[in-house]
């Protein structure tokens, strides 16, 4: 059923409260929310798996707290998904301690298991931020062989030099697709079975 098709998958990293409107807040990130919601809806429609990838940060977590402040702690308003883009019913939620999505997490299995066991091969990032967990999980995604596309209307970092400096390494180092939302949710609805 899937063989010829791409198989895709959206990865949401960090929309979480802290990062949009608390403690490590990204004022920059307002503006990519509807964005994201847009194609968000488009990939429930396509049934096409969501992954919101988010911090789930421990006191002892020391490498990232010291360097950032707290942020992002388990059990805490400021760790939770912003209501903007809430998950829904078939979403997943990946709780990560480090910049990747991949590192030590389930994310891998979860992607292997989707359409129906042959699993994903193609994941869209969206979220942030762009030059730090944006560009860890794009990492460990080229080193898994997935191919990569950047939602370049749907992620964001703390300033307009982190964000590009962030989108030209992963396009360049890891041969990222970059491309805009409504693009994106033509490919997706070309990808007809």
Not at 76 to 82: A, F, R, S
Not at 105 to 128: A, C, H, M, Q, W
Not at 147 to 161: L, M, N, P, R, T
Not at 168 to 191: F, H, M, T, V
């Amino acid at each position: 059923m899937w063989t010829n098709l791409a198989r895709y998958a959206i990865l949401v990293l960090d929309m979480l409260n802290d990062f949009i409107k608390g403690s490590l807040k990204c004022e920059r990130a307002l503006e990519i929310v509807p964005n994201i919601s847009t194609l968000l809806n488009a990939a429930r429609n396509k049934q096409i798996p969501i992954f919101y990838c988010v911090d789930e940060h421990l006191p002892t977590d020391s490498y990232e707290l010291e360097l950032w402040g707290p942020h992002a702690m388990k059990g805490t308003t400021g760790q939770q998904i912003i209501d903007e883009l809430k998950p829904q019913r078939y979403d997943t939620v990946i709780t990560k301690r480090t910049y990747s999505a991949f590192d030590r997490t389930n994310l891998d299995g979860s992607l292997t298991r989707v359409y129906e066991g042959k699993g994903v091969d193609t994941i869209i990032i969206t979220g942030v931020h762009t030059h730090i967990c944006g560009k860890h999980t794009s990492y460990d995604a080229f080193t898994r062989g997935l191919k990569i596309i950047i939602a370049e209307d749907g992620v964001q970092a703390f300033s307009e030099e982190d964000q590009l400096s962030g989108l030209e390494y992963i396009r360049k180092i890891y041969g990222a697709d970059i491309k805009k939302i409504d693009k994106i949710i033509e490919l997706l609805n070309s990808n007809k079975q």
